[in-house]
């Protein structure tokens, strides 16, 4: 599944960091959309909805079916996953089962929004958490049966974050959109994301204070080490467990001097959600749930399904910094979005193959700008 959270630094900057795990490697694409960019968002039955974007976008993509001889695949083709735009704007999907469901109906004159182009509608358009939050009241969204995930319909909810710290989360539950102000800058998955917020009273004795040393009767005990503190955080890996422990990192972390460093300590608190196969598996006769694409599902002799941190992200939203890790590096990869931007020209490039990480990758996409 997904764990995002914001940060800031000591002068109030804000960062923004996410994993992404699934059960499976799939053909992410890193991918440049400049302003300017014209894509269309098609739901049956309703007008096309044209979109010109207005600001440069760097995402993480994934195509939303498989290419054939006669249609290879093209940047119509790519759906943003994650990404950042110019004005420190950043779109996170992460996955959401619940969200499929009977929907309201909208006048079939009306041009919909359909939920995979949330993404760079959000960032294309956009500048502001409030601003897609203002913008949703008057578009329309329509959830869409997904062909790789075997007709499931778009089992994903969305968090947005900007420049200013703020963020907004856009859930589907059984059908109907609400728009939350995300207070804690913290997103998971299941179950909805008001239940979350709650769930955190729970948890209002959390602090970073070691209390090492106390007393029951005359015994006089004292804990030989540090971290304590962390002792009333919940250890599993489940969504719940997570936005607990994402929500205590978010609040409690030192806050950075410098952006460099502020960056190199969101990687820290990612660190800590990092997850490697086989930490937890599921057999087929088991009752675990997975997102499984259709026609990219692990092959081999592997008797279960183990979901991994495929790919890590960072955003630094004041300089326009995009860092991702693939799951096979131990070096984060950067790009300055800005830099791509001078050339105007859309571009993208697999994911793996920034898979040995620690490289500028701005040039390199540069490079293969069309």
Request: aromatic content about 10%.
């Amino acid at each position: 599944m997904c764990t995002s959270l914001g940060y800031r630094d000591a002068a109030g900057k804000a960062y923004y960091g996410r994993t992404l795990e699934l059960t499976t490697d799939l053909p992410y694409q890193v991918t440049f959309f400049p302003a300017g960019f014209e894509s269309v968002s098609e739901v049956e039955g309703h007008p096309k909805l044209t979109l010109t974007s207005r600001h440069d976008v760097i995402a993480v993509t994934m195509p939303y079916r498989l290419p054939t001889a006669e249609a290879p695949l093209g940047l119509a083709d790519l759906k943003v996953l994650e990404g950042l735009n110019d004005k420190g704007l950043t779109f996170s999907l992460l996955s959401y089962p619940e969200s499929g469901g009977s929907q309201k109906p909208v006048e079939m004159t009306k041009a919909v929004l359909s939920a995979s182009d949330l993404g760079l509608w959000a960032l294309g358009q956009f500048a502001t958490a409030a601003e897609v939050k203002a913008a949703l009241e008057a578009q329309p969204v329509m959830l869409q049966p997904l062909a790789l995930l075997g007709g499931v319909v778009s089992p994903f909810h969305y968090v947005v974050h900007d420049a200013t710290g703020a963020s907004v989360v856009v859930e589907f539950d059984h059908g109907a959109m609400t728009v939350y102000d995300n207070p804690v800058g913290v997103m998971t998955n299941g179950p909805k994301f008001d239940w979350h917020l709650t769930n955190l009273s729970n948890y209002s004795f959390l602090t970073n204070v070691d209390k090492s040393a106390g007393a029951f009767g005359g015994l006089k005990v004292r804990q030989p080490d540090s971290g304590i503190a962390t002792q009333g955080l919940p250890s599993s890996s489940t969504s719940v467990g997570r936005f607990v422990r994402a929500a205590y990192y978010a609040e409690f972390t030192e806050k950075a001097a410098t952006p460099d460093l502020a960056v190199q300590t969101l990687a820290h608190i990612l660190n800590t959600f990092d997850r490697p196969r086989g930490a937890s598996i599921d057999y087929p006769d088991g009752s675990g749930g997975h997102l499984e694409v259709e026609g990219l599902a692990e092959t081999g002799n592997t008797p279960y399904a183990t979901e991994f941190t495929c790919w890590t992200s960072l955003s630094d939203l004041d300089r326009r910094r995009f860092f991702v890790r693939d799951y096979r590096a131990l070096n984060y990869v950067g790009f300055d979005l800005a830099a791509i931007a001078a050339g105007k020209r859309p571009a993208s490039m697999p994911l793996a193959h920034f898979a040995a990480g620690g490289d500028d990758g701005s040039a390199q996409l540069i490079g293969k700008a069309g």
